[in-house]
């Protein structure tokens, strides 16, 4: 197996205003999330988050302890939330081992343990998306299906937004120290999300978009709201959101999406709206 990594440093939004396409795009892209039996990640200095990806086909693939972490263990100082996006497959943690099917998703809580991922089926690989933010106290391993799940059903087909939003590793779900996950499921016909834009100061955000067909792409729309920006994106890839910035996107054919953030606030509402008209 392989781990692969990168930092990615935080942006004042005076600056970013003036990155071309291409340094917006390898500052808050991550095109690369999932390699054949590789672990990929993105250490960002926003809330400290780690995106990562891990898809084990041939292999067992380990959580391993990147430098910039220094602990002994992935999972030391951090917790971690997981969700299958691929085929059937394990997640072990020490001496625990849960099964994760397609959109389940898998709350690890902070402890030295090994943490490994593996396929059912090589044919049909587990692709494991996971999100990480640091840790101030341990609370139980959880897993999480779409059922269990605290759904909200938002927007209407007219508005070409409707959707549900599936919240599953959250604090109404079950205890977490900072990190706040879910899956938002387009309906047919529908194509925008997070609308009307928000920015939420006291949490970042990071977007994983799939269930997106090879031959159309999703445009995530970033930046402050009188300086909006755009990253085209496509299936299976990830995007940051700092702070400062909206998260909304509008894509050529409905889709899925899994959003996680980290920050100091837990309540899911705590949010700050624009008007859609004021979008510059």
Not at 16 to 36: G, N, P, S
């Amino acid at each position: 197996m392989k781990t692969n990594y990168e930092i990615r440093y935080a942006a004042h939004p005076e600056d970013a205003k003036h990155y071309d396409t291409a340094r917006l795009r390898r500052d808050f892209l991550i095109e690369k999330v999932f390699t054949a039996d590789e672990v990929n990640m993105v250490y960002s200095m926003y809330d400290r988050m780690v995106v990562g990806g891990a898809m084990p086909v041939g292999e067992v693939l380990k959580l391993e302890a990147i430098d910039p972490l220094k602990a002994p263990f992935f999972l030391t100082r951090r917790e971690l939330g997981i969700f299958n996006v691929g085929g059937k497959g394990i997640v072990k943690a020490g001496d625990c081992v849960y099964e994760l099917g397609y959109k389940e998703a898998l709350y690890l809580g902070a402890g030295d343990r090994e943490v490994t991922f593996e396929s059912l089926d090589a044919a049909a690989p587990a692709k494991f998306y996971f999100n990480s933010t640091t840790a101030h106290c341990t609370y139980p391993d959880k897993k999480v299906t779409k059922a269990e799940a605290a759904v909200a059903h938002m927007g209407s087909l007219e508005g070409s937004n409707e959707r549900n939003i599936n919240k599953m590793l959250v604090n109404q779900v079950l205890p977490t120290c900072q990190l706040q996950m879910g899956m938002t499921e387009l309906a047919t016909g529908s194509v925008w999300n997070t609308m009307p834009a928000h920015v939420h100061s006291r949490r970042m955000e990071a977007y994983f978009y799939f269930e997106v067909p090879e031959e159309h792409a999703v445009c995530h729309l970033m930046g402050e709201v009188d300086e909006t920006r755009h990253i085209w994106m496509k299936g299976d890839q990830a995007v940051l959101s700092p702070e400062w910035s909206i998260h909304s996107a509008a894509a050529t054919h409905n889709y899925t999406f899994i959003w996680g953030m980290g920050g100091e606030n837990l309540d899911y509402g705590d949010q700050d709206f624009s008007k859609i008209t004021d979008l510059k």
